[in-house]
């Protein structure tokens, strides 16, 4: 059984997956959504018939005093309809505060150019918003 993550954004959402034995985090892609749930919901539903998930993690937006962002409330009601569409399957939240800075940093230091960045930030995200999870779960 696999755990997805979910960096859920504004406009585009990363996921990232695990192996079946839940050892290693590897990026799938980012979703260009642009705001319609519906959207990433159908993409969620090709995920589900693809891979056995037994958890989704989604990475919840804090303020680096552990507030929560304005972003913490759409991503909330995002996570009430996962739960009401996929009530079978275990959802976590784990706290995404600097992943995206991360991500950044990573493909910065890789020297990946602006275009491709913007591409995969969010997928890369997501695979740390997983190995989060992962590293809790140990």
Request: glycine residues 6%; aromatic residues 6%; proline residues 1%.
């Amino acid at each position: 059984m696999r755990v997805l993550g979910i960096d859920y954004g504004d406009s585009k959402v990363g996921l990232a997956i695990t192996d079946p034995l839940g050892i290693t985090a590897q990026g799938l892609e980012t979703v260009m959504y642009k705001g319609n749930d519906k959207m990433l919901l159908k993409k969620l539903d090709e995920l589900m018939e693809n891979y056995e998930i037994s958890t989704i993690v989604l990475g919840m937006p804090y303020q680096m005093d552990g507030s929560k962002t304005e972003r913490a409330e759409a991503t909330e009601k995002f996570l009430h309809k996962l739960r009401c569409k996929y009530n079978q399957i275990k959802l976590e939240t784990v706290d995404e505060r600097l992943t995206t800075v991360a991500a950044n940093k990573t493909l910065n230091f890789l020297e990946v150019n602006k275009r491709k960045k913007r591409e995969i930030e969010d997928t890369l995200a997501a695979v740390y918003i997983l190995e989060t999870y992962m590293n809790k779960a140990k």
